[in-house]
């Protein structure tokens, strides 16, 4: 290693709990609640828990946070496994809350035993007023002060399925007067009469957030429990449930969510422009989730690079989603395959070539590669180019092709423009030029020097493809901070679709394959893909050279 990275704050006191032998080693947890697909800020909180338990030899267990029926559903859970492997993490156990209802129902019997939980037939409404506010104190709710016996009772009843909705809540008694509101007398337990995609209708209670994840956490010995910011106020909470119940003192720390430019990161969110139709669904190549970046064709390894890169933050910030584009180009670079398509094409004749003749020319794979080996493609006399590589009347520095002017085609020959066709409007139909035979690549013995080099294609056996190119979803770059509904920021224009030609060997065994169209962009298959319609995703475009000079 030649460059020590400085540690985050989370790894600083793992060290210290380590090296002070407070454990021997650690458990971390990934909790997702499966009612969503995972997004880039699940991959942030996958990368950093994962990432804590690789680095010091600890483990992390997959836990469903599975206490809402209402919202969660079995083919969540399985993209949630799918996308984890996908990142390249694998879990020591796979965990779920729902495993733990009977724990957490002793649990919750033991603090009523204690006289630190009661049962409350206030409504919902009433207990909100009894909250108070941060600044006036609470007020007790009348049934404050039942019996423990009576608790019990009540509490086996609401289990037994003895009132309806909402009749009846578990709270724990801690302080209607505490400062942290959370600690104002909390639910532990309500009714709801619903089915469970894994207890089925077994149970009628159910378990609050703030009573699960924390014990869930305890079951399993999870030695830092890792959350993002807007728990800090639950902490308080966390800690209390565990020191009454005087079972294994978890942790829970706070680091700061992610949060991109020019996109929402929240499952809800997210599901109403998948309910909505504004995105195709949940792996839309738009969509910030895993599924919708997999499809997109961004890379595992580039995710992981740029959650190592975006550290660790105790403080909510907005993170440029150019730098996630800017890793995803920099390991495209490294592995994916050359070719030439051609998107607006204009025709090329070459004069001087022989009429049916058909050359197979050699391009590499990928000139970062040594090892990336070489394609074919055919050259003959007629050819494309992007229209927008020629222009009739150029400007100075112009190195693309213009009326006498010479190019090189990469991969094959220097051609020269002699003459522009066109038709009786006025418009380019097609452009003659002639080429130099012993200007061919890997075997130039001309002596021209151009200093312009365009792709192109052969015009007889270029394969029209659909190309889809994404724009960003959204119009604005911080969403967090507009005004009104996040919807009416949606931009018209994230997606346009394009037939485009490209070299044959696009399609030699493309399926899994990422591509680098020279000079556009990169490029993966999308599964709309049909062996008679093709469809390629731009996975994201290359700096414009041209562009950046000028
Ligand atoms: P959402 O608000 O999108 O529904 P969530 O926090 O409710 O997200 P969970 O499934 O409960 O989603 O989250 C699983 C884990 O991922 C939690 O530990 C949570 O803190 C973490 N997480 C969720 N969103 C982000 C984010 N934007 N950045 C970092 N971590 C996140
Ligand atoms: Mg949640």
């Known amino acids: 290693m030649t460059e020590e990275k400085s540690l985050n704050f989370l790894e600083e006191i793992v060290e210290k709990d380590l090296a002070d032998g407070k454990y021997k080693t650690i458990v971390t947890r990934f909790p997702p609640e499966p009612n969503g697909y995972l997004h880039m800020g699940h991959a942030k909180s996958i990368c950093l828990n994962f990432g804590l338990a690789l680095k010091y030899g600890g483990k992390t267990n997959l836990r469903f946070d599975d206490t809402n029926p209402v919202t969660e559903d079995t083919e969540y859970v399985e ?15 796979e965990l779920y809350a729902s495993d733990y209802f009977e724990k ?6 033991a603090l009523i035993k204690k006289g630190l939980a009661y049962v409350d037939d206030s409504t919902s409404e009433e207990i909100a007023k009894q ?8 007020t007790d709710s009348p049934y404050r002060n039942r019996s423990v016996e009576e608790n019990l009772t009540m509490f086996a009843d609401m289990r037994a399925g003895k009132y309806r909705d909402g009749e009846k809540v578990l709270r724990a008694k801690v302080d209607m007067a505490h400062p942290n509101m959370h600690m104002r007398d909390p639910l532990m337990y309500r009714i709801k009469h619903a089915h469970h995609h894994r207890t089925g209708d077994k149970w009628c209670v159910y378990p609050m957030y703030d009573f699960a994840h924390g014990q869930s956490d305890s079951i399993e010995n999870i030695t830092h429990s890792i959350c993002t910011l807007e728990f800090i106020p639950h902490r308080a909470l966390y800690d209390w449930f565990i020191e009454k119940l005087e079972i294994y003192p978890s942790h829970q720390y706070e680091f700061a ?3 991109m430019t020019y996109t929402v990161m929240s499952k809800r969110k997210l599901l109403q422009l998948v309910n909505e139709k504004h995105v195709s669904g949940w792996d839309d190549p738009r969509m910030p989730t895993l599924s919708g970046v997999r499809r997109r064709g961004y890379t595992p390894a ?11 933050a105790k403080r909510e910030n907005l993170i440029d989603v150019g730098l996630l584009e800017f890793c995803v180009r920099e390991d495209l670079n490294k592995t994916a395959q050359r070719r030439m398509v051609v ?8 004069t001087n070539y ?15 590669d040594p090892n990336g080996g070489t394609r ?4 003959s006399r007629e050819i494309l180019i992007e229209e927008d590589d020629f222009m009739e009347v150029a400007p100075k520095k112009y190195f693309r092709l213009a009326p006498g002017q010479m190019v090189r085609l990469k991969n094959a020959y220097i051609i020269k423009c002699d003459e522009v066709i066109k038709d009786s409007l006025g418009k380019i139909k097609e452009l003659h030029c002639s080429y130099i035979p012993e200007s061919r690549s890997g075997s130039d013995t001309s002596g021209i020097n151009v200093k312009g080099t365009l792709h192109w294609v052969c015009a007889k056996h270029a394969v029209p493809v659909e190309a889809r190119l994404y724009e960003r979803l959204f119009k604005v770059e911080d969403l967090g901070e507009a005004e009104g509904d996040f919807k009416d920021y949606l931009n018209p224009d994230s997606l346009q679709i394009k037939t485009v030609y490209a070299e044959p060997a696009l399609l030699k065994d493309s399926s899994d394959l990422r591509f680098q169209f020279l000079r556009k962009g990169y490029f993966v298959m999308d599964p709309d893909s049909t062996p008679s319609k093709p469809v390629f995703n731009r996975t994201v475009t290359l700096k414009d050279i041209w562009a950046k000079k000028n």
């Open 376 to 379: 074919e493609m055919p050259f």
């Open 343 to 350: 998107f607006d094409p204009i025709k090329v004749i070459i």
């Open 257 to 259: 969510r992610l949060n």
């Open 302 to 312: 580039s995710i992981r690079e740029f959650c190592d890169r975006i550290g660790v």
């Open 79 to 93: 993209s949630i496994k799918n996308d984890i492997r996908w990142l390249g993490f694998d879990w020591a156990e």
């Open 354 to 368: 022989p009429e049916g003749k058909v050359e197979m020319l050699e391009g590499e794979n990928n000139p970062e």
């Open 131 to 138: 909250k108070g506010t941060p600044t006036t104190p609470g």
């Open 104 to 109: 957490l129902y002793e649990f919750a019997t």
